[in-house]
């Protein structure tokens, strides 16, 4: 691998809190290795920054492994950048080239509304789950964990949902700003195991329900979600969900 | 001074006779006490939900944005649990053995017996509520091997296994939000604990987005806020990840015990420069399928696929035949070090070894799929491609995660590995209920000391967080709780709070005021330059005392030019890292006079004076077969308390991984 290094113009969104109105800020970046990862570039802007006794840029992260999913930027028009299934914390630099001009923006929802700079309030995802994201179990004597059996392809399948971080990229890249790509991983990771089985209808109607009030748009199956998931979760479980609450809803008019 | 609780009668019926004999709280109690729980990460969400559920009213904090985010999240490979599903011998005994001897004999047995006991009940206790471990076709669970083990033990979810366990917590957590038994303070970091009358009554945090202090009561206190690796600036830790809640209830009054036994793991992405933030593991469980080498000829520059096997030294295997690539983690890592050290390091910095794939790739599943799928005679092109399925089924996270940071395909070349810090055994000294030296302050999970020794074994850190906080929270905080039910809850304007408060807010001041010229980062990572090269993976007496020295002059340094921009109330994540910063340099003098006390090499601890000729560590079970409990007396001023170890099933020998 052939390393380089580059000189950038960042034009970053700048907003001291939520309620005075944000601007875009114009910075250069030099000798940028192409090895760096994209937040370890905004490190090295950020302690210029605080060497010319300006303020630092706030953003969130935290692993730095693309697990965490607190990391939230909106690159050059595209929820954590150009490359495909990343993070922004994975994102390298190589990804740029000298020259390059890179636009970086908070996720725009009005359910995420902006803390500072390019922090958001993702809080409305929590209050999602607890609107029926779990099984209602108590600690104590469960089942032998082979009490039952669940088909690999469940597993699988659970596990594929499962694996959303909750970074809140598909709200950010959709139009609408339609939260149904997370909402559904959390419906289909538990409605696809025998454990989650009793709580199928009351989870998906009560977790929809908290989806509207918390205001995240409709869902029009442009896909830009599933486009942008780090992820990879799938635009299927948006039609399970759809499948189960269509069922769910007629149940209960009966 | 110095009482473990731990209970009488045989180590294999301590915890039984524990909890039949525990006090109770009834439900109509439980209702009027108030716990507080510091962190969400595995330990934190668990012992919240469980306290939830049992009526307890709980209120849980995490600097993070939500719960969910807590480090925990990232840890990879799986989780350890005695189920012997695999008919390979295990047992709860063998669990128990197998984490003290892997611990070097530095952990409590009664601690780690019931770590062992309780195992299998989280296997159970996540399955119920929906974690996807992986599974066999038959539809039960899968499980993988772990380093300084012989049986296949552990439960994983591919390399997520942390991810979803700690999603299972939050779930469960979450719930107890909605039930109104939890209430959730995100972005909020706790900076100091209240102490009424010898009791911990309360803390004081900052929320992190308006920069205000507030005050909690609570009647008992939680700690659950994980290790503090990021002492040494790298680390596999994330970035947000500190001390602070457990180093200002040391300064308070709790003990801190074994703080330089931390873990170097073996197979971390190596250092690519200067800017580097933090570093990436490679879970331990692809050295079930990866083997370790380097060239045989020093200073070989040809690339790894260009190096013929017969001059390839696969130095594990040689060294350790009966364990090979899987022995503990610190013995891999000394293994790795000694090889670069002595001049047969790869890549362009010279501090890296081999992680190979290929040959299980071809040989273990290439051929079992072949022959699955009845192709006779195969040849290497068919197996490669058949075999990349299965791995990619089992790290295709990892595997992924490599190429992003690095550029390269690990599915084609070795991938180049290092070891780095990645988790601490030492913490707050804890008895045998998990209350700290401060009566009604608990420390639980990494942020404890007491059930990994000098050394963690693969797999069991998940194991103990959710043992601490599923399963033993819940029955022994019963114990002190059931003498507060007359306590009714202390109004937050009392003077010890007032007093609390004051201090942060005093120190939260003099840190904006230095008004220096240097970085807080950049105070940071000269820290970890001195911890990583004079307390890392190899210590001596000189550079121990060289690096308390450095430690002190850099702490003053500190406090007289570190630049902090912004202001107090507002949203200042530079003010918070200073925050942290302030509290690991106090923590790194510590670590080090620790290690420099402890002239013994064991586990993690690595003492160039203690070793046998063929370079293994050397422990002097004569002299230090205790724990080492600090006891906060002043600036530079600490008083060793000992608690001896006593092992009555796993009597200490000279580890052996041969």
Redesign the interface.
Known sequence: MDHYTMNLTLKVWKQKNQSERGHFETYQVKDISSEMSFLEMFDVLNEALVEENREPIAFDHDCREGICGMCSMYINGRPHGPWHGTTTCQLHMRAFKDGDTIVVEPWRANAFPVIKDLIVDRHAFDRIIQAGGYISVNTGNAVDGNAIPVKKENADSAFAAAACIGCGACVAACKNSSAMLFVSAKVAHLSLLPQGEPEKRNRVLNMIEQMDKEGFGSCTMTEACEAVCPKEISVDNIARLNGEYLSAAGAIDK | MLDSKIPAGPLENKWNDYKGHVKLVNPANKRKLEVIVIGTGLAGA?AA??LG?LGYRVKAFCF????????S??AQGGINAA?N?QNDGDSVFRLFYDTIKGGDYRSREANTHRLAEVSA?I????????V??????????NNRSFGGVQVKRT?Y??G?T???LL?GA???L??Q??LGNVT?Y?RHEMLDVVVIDGKARGVICRNL?TGELERHFGHAVLLCSGGYGNVFYLSTN???SNVTAAWKAHKKGAFFANPCFTQIHPTCIPV??D????L??MSESLRNDGRIWVPKKQNDTRKANDIPEEERDYYLERRYPAYGNLVPRDVASRAAKERCDAGYGVGTTKQAVYLDFRYNLINKYGRAEASKHGIENPDEATLVRLGKEVVKEEYGNLF??YE?????NPYEVPMRIYPAVHYTMGGLWVDYELMTSITGLYALGEANFSDHGANRLGASALMQGLADG??VI?YTIGNYLANEISVKPIPTTHEAFEVAENAVKDRISSLMQIKGKQ?V??FHKRLGKIMWEKCGMSRNEKGLNEAIEEIRALKKEFWSNV?I??EIN??N??LDKANRVADFIELGELICIDALERTESCGGHFREESQTEEGEALRHDDQFLYVAAWEYNGEHNWKLNKEELEFELAKPTQRNYK
């Open positions: 668990s939900a469980s559920e993070q944005d939500s719960p969910r985010r807590a480090h999240i990232a189920k599903y009940n296997i159970d206790q996540c399955v119920a509520q929906g996807p471990f992986a599974r066999e076709y038959s539809g039960l669970l439960f979810a591919a997520q942390g991810q979803q999603i939050y779930q469960a979450e719930r939000v909605a959730m995100a987005v994330a970035m947000g690519t420069g800017h580097q933030s933090k990436t593991l992924d995660m992003k940071i690095t550029g390269e599923y399963f819940p970085s980062e950049s630049r921009p912004g507002e949203m994540p530079e």
